[in-house]
């Protein structure tokens, strides 16, 4: 037993800093000045300069894909919780036909790979003239949002008692007011951790914002730093402040609710 | 409840659901399942961007004859395999490992838990940026046709070793530890326990866990595309890649559409047999 658990904390500490390094890495790289990070960086910098992070805030404007970014994936968040919760409510309490196959649907179409819808969706918001706008990129992320959400809430509706809205609808509530005021304030922690989510991810998308902007005035986040070019070469201080500056708001939600998340996750592991 | 009139009670509760699903049916009818019916549709026509006067005739299974003929597609393939088979069996050890180191009340538990959440939530993107960031150090590597994968294979262990220990954790959590004791009083080694009795019993988090990751690792695009853009030439290029360029850069949506089909048609597979597996889970455990 003892040396079983000696075993375990070696196990663990390597890996902690094994998955730690890289991050040491990035931050000590986005603190090192220009001119040593050409001849090699060293491990870490002196002296520790914050010429980076001025430079991105000031030449790059990176204010403005984060402001992109937050705006894309704050409503994409906004809209399928509220929609998705009234989806999911249904799903996990009433009995209708077609129920079973909605949930297959819905979890199918969770794990769509985005590469088999970008040329249709492309085509669609270029003639609707969405391309390079915020709905141009909100609408293309309810393909993975919505499923996620509902399928997240699902489960989370079905872990509360299901006496709680049968005594207040006994009390003479409708089943939506039962709804409003029973179950949305009961199911609030399943409801955050589901918008946690939804907003990580959108906050991480890739492929779509890629597609679907056309230059930094609508690029979010991952893309403008994907994208980020120097005179001669790859602008690396900058680029790994912007990697810092990017991960910061993920790393903080998910440090904050990280008990709920991994019961998301687990219950219903749609996403990777 | 009145059961004067289960019936029409049973009607209007299910009038209610409809209502209630309504958006999100439609929502996801409009962003999901048109386009993918487009994109069919395209890949059964010759379209494109750059040649507008061809219009957009219809040309039966051509495009789909002429990726079978297509080098790079069957290239592109390879190397999507190829990703999948090193990252998701490096994954699923390490996973195991982490979730076995885990399994046991230490103090910091939560704190190693979130730490390792975290590579985990950050954009794909910035990891890929970071490995690329270090790789560039190693003069050769990034520039070599097999070297090249080895920050890939890394970068994408590093991020996904998380939730698969996680999803493990989850299964080995759910073990009687009763069984345990029956085993140690039976004078089982540690390594029988786990072989007779951790085993056997993880085993549908396993399958969960490999289906899942696989499904992922077949759609790898934005870890490749940032770091090594699919090079050196297409030495690293997935099959996702491969897509995005026909279609984006150029411009052939006929042609890139049928690419498309195809991984969509491979991830469904995948898909169905997750959902299978995930359906034995759920209606074990919620009903």
């Known amino acids: 037993m003892r040396r079983q658990g000696r075993w375990a904390t070696l196990v663990i500490a390597a890996l902690v800093l094994g998955s730690a390094f890289p991050f040491f890495r990035a931050i000590a790289g986005s603190l090192t000045p220009e001119a040593q990070l050409f001849e090699g960086a060293p491990l870490w910098p002196s002296p520790a300069v914050l010429d980076h992070y001025h430079a991105l805030f000031t030449e790059r404007a990176f204010w403005l894909p984060i402001r992109n970014s937050l705006v894309v994936a704050g409503a994409t968040t906004l809209f399928c919780v509220t929609i998705g919760s009234l989806c999911a409510y249904a799903l996990a309490r009433l009995r209708f036909r077609g129920k079973a196959l909605l949930l297959g649907v819905i979890l199918a179409v969770s794990m769509f790979p985005q590469i088999a819808v970008v040329s249709p969706l492309f085509l669609l918001l270029r003639s609707i003239r969405l391309i390079d706008t915020y709905p141009g990129l909100i609408l293309p992320y309810l393909t993975f949002a919505m499923p996620l959400a509902v399928w997240l809430l699902v489960g989370y509706f079905r872990q509360l008692p299901a006496e709680l809205e049968e005594a207040a609808m006994v009390d003479g509530a409708s089943r939506l007011r039962a709804f409003r005021e029973v179950i949305v304030p009961l199911a609030l922690p399943g409801l955050a951790a589901t918008a946690i989510l939804t907003f990580v991810y959108s906050w991480n998308e890739f492929l779509f914002a890629l597609s679907f902007t056309l230059g930094p005035e609508r690029q979010t986040v991952p893309v403008a730093i994907a994208l980020f070019r120097g005179q001669y070469q790859v602008p690396w201080g900058q680029v790994l402040a912007a990697a810092i500056v990017a991960t910061t708001p993920v790393a903080v939600l998910v440090l904050a609710f990280q008990r709920r998340i991994v019961q998301g996750l687990t219950a219903g592991a749609v996403k990777g | ?287």
């Not at chain 2, 934005?222 to 850069?249: K, Q, R």
Request: glycine content about 8%; aromatic content about 12%; charged content about 15%.
């Open chain 2, 1 to 287: 409840m009145p059961s004067a009139e289960p019936r029409g009670v049973e009607r209007r509760e299910a009038r209610l659901a409809y209502g209630m699903v309504a958006p999100a049916v439609a929502t996801i009818l409009l962003v999901a399942l048109f386009p993918l019916s487009w994109t069919i549709w395209e890949s059964l026509h010759l379209h494109d961007l750059r040649m507008p006067w061809l219009g957009q005739p219809f040309v039966g299974l051509a495009n789909y004859a002429d990726v079978l003929g297509d080098r790079r597609f069957w290239g592109a393939m390879a190397h999507t395999a190829w990703f999948a088979l090193a990252s998701v069996s490096l994954e699923l050890v390490l996973g195991c490992v982490l979730a076995l180191a885990m399994n046991r009340t230490f103090r910091g538990r939560a704190l190693v838990r979130a730490s390792i959440l975290i590579p985990w939530a950050i954009p794909t993107v910035v990891a890929a940026l970071v490995w690329r960031f270090m790789f560039e150090g190693l003069e050769g590597w990034l520039t070599h046709d097999v070297l090249a994968w080895v920050p890939v294979i890394l970068a994408d262990t590093w991020k996904e070793t998380p939730f698969v220990a996680l999803l493990l954790l989850a299964g080995l959590q759910g073990i009687d530890p009763t069984l345990y004791e029956a085993a140690r009083i039976d004078g089982a080694s540690a390594w029988r326990q786990f072989r007779f009795v951790t085993l056997p019993l993880l085993m549908p988090a396993i399958l969960v866990a490999l289906i899942f990751r696989t499904m992922n690792a077949f759609r790898v695009f934005d870890l490749i595309y940032v770091l090594t853009g699919g090079g050196p030439g297409t030495a690293t290029e997935p099959i996702a890649l491969y897509t995005f360029n026909s279609l984006m850069h150029n411009l052939r949506f006929g042609y890139g559409s049928t690419l498309s089909v195809l991984v969509f048609l491979v991830t469904f597979a995948l898909a169905l047999g997750y959902i299978r597996l995930l359906g034995r889970e759920l209606t074990e455990t919620r009903s």
